[in-house]
């Protein structure tokens, strides 16, 4: 990309970017003529940059005072937003900026805001706070943001917001970005800004046309074995799982944990560190899934997720726009997979009449089509692996294991070591759900009967919890030749099986399926992995901490325990 700022070209070719999207094309030159702008544009249009360029061009880095507030609705996205200005800045010499949120202690803060910086990235609230410490001034700014307007409006920010834009300088300029445009919205652009030019990228609430969207009937018991197979079959780097509720998060993450895939989840009740190292693990690869609430991924910018599964229809027709929206961002590819039971197809035809989309039906694939895709992948990444990398340090190994066995029984001996640990419950028989209208006669009967299985689900919830805290384990079998480890922490510490893998994780950047045997005792617990993964265990949990506690690690004594 040709840009006009040298530093600011740099940065962007290190960033990858080739040409302006439809949004930046029409509105950086607005902003840069100092006009207030109303764009309206999807998720992943790519507005930060949008914004983001114009105001490091016009800002005077010679002068101490705060000249750019950007407002964001959730603490996630405030943490993108800086990251993505401080890397589009990364050689504009003298840049400050600083991000204020809530769960982090005000106290850092309060230190960076001393430090004079030129641009603000915060929510709401905690802006509101500083500003009344007197630390955020608005007198002087020359520009103030509003990025996903409309989702600080749907999370209460109203009265804050307008708080901070009556309060601001009068000559400042205004930018505010919105994926849709309800009459609060409206209300604030008549009243805040000043001749507003409103530039649209979208029509209505119509979806990415980059996205190819499925759709899936399957009866409630079988779905999390439906993403399964789709997980087999689509074989994503970067999947996104959306759930109504925390609740069903936890269950399903859980679940997807004992199938042997490597992913975590993020929620409203879990604490704000936590999310952003769920969240830093998504992004640099470490998860392959993540399992979230529409609440908690509001305002992400999560780039390179190729699919999003929709395990539960959302109950509002304009969270499934947002949702995909996390996929085929700025040109790319993307794919939405959609579970619905007979009682979600109501709330699926609301989505298509509001996305204006077809959502096509397909079936799950069978655990036969499933098998063969896995060993026709299988088959490809070997033969990659053969062309591709130098294997000479395993030659010696390899003839050795040749000359005492046949073959095809060492190569099936390999496969059999990478395969997936799972240990969950196999459910081999067409999942599919005939949702026709033949079908719904004996509706009542149904949920009845469905009832009664959620009552027998919930049951098994409340006893799997129980056991986790009175000795139960969770994880696969341990290999003989693995490596058993003893922890001096336990249940009597808050550890659960899921909080003690991802506390290993976190520590470790093992993956969780290679943290294998949990097992949780009252004061002290367990675990298994690779031999080759040893040094690293035994360095990185050396003098770390678990609720203040300094946790000791050694090889377990007795395998068995």
């Known amino acids: 990309m040709i840009y006009e700022n040298k530093n600011i070209e740099k940065a962007l070719t290190e960033m990858g970017f080739e040409e302006f999207t439809d949004i930046q094309a029409q509105t950086i030159p607005l902003i840069i003529e100092g006009k207030d702008v109303i764009g309206h544009s999807q998720t992943g249009t790519g507005k930060t940059a949008a914004y983001t360029l114009p105001i490091l061009e016009m800002i005077d880095y010679d002068d101490p005072k705060i000249q750019a507030i950007i407002l964001c609705p959730t603490r996630e996205l405030v943490v993108q937003v800086k990251g993505e200005i401080d890397k589009i800045g990364k050689y504009v010499p003298r840049l400050k900026t600083v991000s204020v949120y809530g769960g982090e202690p005000i106290s850092r803060q309060i230190l960076s805001l001393k430090k004079k910086p030129q641009i603000i990235v915060g929510t709401p609230g905690r802006t509101i706070d500083h500003i009344n410490r007197k630390l955020i001034k608005l007198q002087d700014i020359k520009f103030l943001v509003l990025d996903e307007a409309d989702e600080m409006l749907k999370m209460g920010f109203k009265e804050d917001i307008e708080t901070i834009l009556e309060n601001a300088n009068k000559d400042r300029q205004t930018v ?310 003893h922890i001096n922490l336990g249940a009597s510490d808050g550890l659960t099986p899921s909080k003690f893998a991802n506390f290993i994780s976190q520590n470790t950047n093992l993956r969780n399926s290679q943290i294998k045997d949990v097992t949780i005792r009252d004061n002290f617990s367990f675990f298994s992995t690779e031999p080759i993964h040893e040094a690293t265990v035994m360095k990185k949990l050396k003098s770390v901490k678990f609720s203040d506690k300094k946790a000791s690690v050694q090889i377990a004594n007795d395998k068995r325990n």
Not at 307 to 334: L, M
Not at 405 to 423: I, P, R, Y
């Open 176 to 485: 505010m970005f919105s994926a849709t445009m309800p009459r609060a919205i409206l209300d604030i652009t008549k009243r805040y800004m000043k001749n507003a030019q409103h530039i649209s990228v979208i029509e209505d609430e119509e979806t990415n046309k980059d996205i190819t969207q499925y759709y899936y009937n399957v009866n409630e018991k079988n779905k999390v074995e439906a993403v399964a197979r789709l997980l087999s079959i689509y074989n994503s780097k970067l999947t996104l799982v959306f759930c109504n509720t925390k609740r069903k998060v936890d269950d399903i993450t859980n679940q997807l944990i004992e199938k042997g895939y490597n992913v975590d989840k993020i929620h409203g009740d879990l604490q704000q560190t936590t999310r952003l190292q769920v969240l830093n693990k998504f992004h640099s690869g470490i998860l392959d899934i993540l399992v979230a609430t529409d609440v908690a991924a509001r305002g992400l910018d999560i780039k390179n997720v190729e699919v999003v599964i929709n395990f539960d229809v959302p109950e509002k027709a304009e969270y499934y726009v947002h949702r995909i929206g996390r996929t085929g961002r700025i040109g790319n590819k993307g794919m939405s997979l959609t579970l619905v039971t007979k009682k979600e197809m109501s709330r699926l035809d609301a989505v298509m009449r509001f996305s204006h989309s077809p959502i096509k039906k397909r079936n799950v694939p069978t655990t036969e089509r499933v098998e063969a895709v896995r060993q026709e992948k299988e088959v490809e990444d070997i033969t990659n692996i053969i062309l591709e990398t130098n294997l000479s340090v395993y030659d010696d190994i390899a003839t050795k294991l040749l000359e005492e066995n046949e073959a095809v029984s060492v190569v099936s001996a390999l496969l059999s070591k990478l395969a997936k640990n799972d240990v969950s419950s196999k459910i081999d028989e067409d999942i599919n759900e005939d949702v026709s209208k033949s079908s719904r006669g004996s509706r009542t009967s149904n949920r009845r009967e469905s009832g009664a299985r959620e009552r027998g689900r919930k049951k098994e919830q409340g006893g799997y919890e129980g056991k986790s805290r009175s000795g139960g384990s969770r994880g696969g079998k341990t290999n003989q030749s693995d490596i058993r480890f």
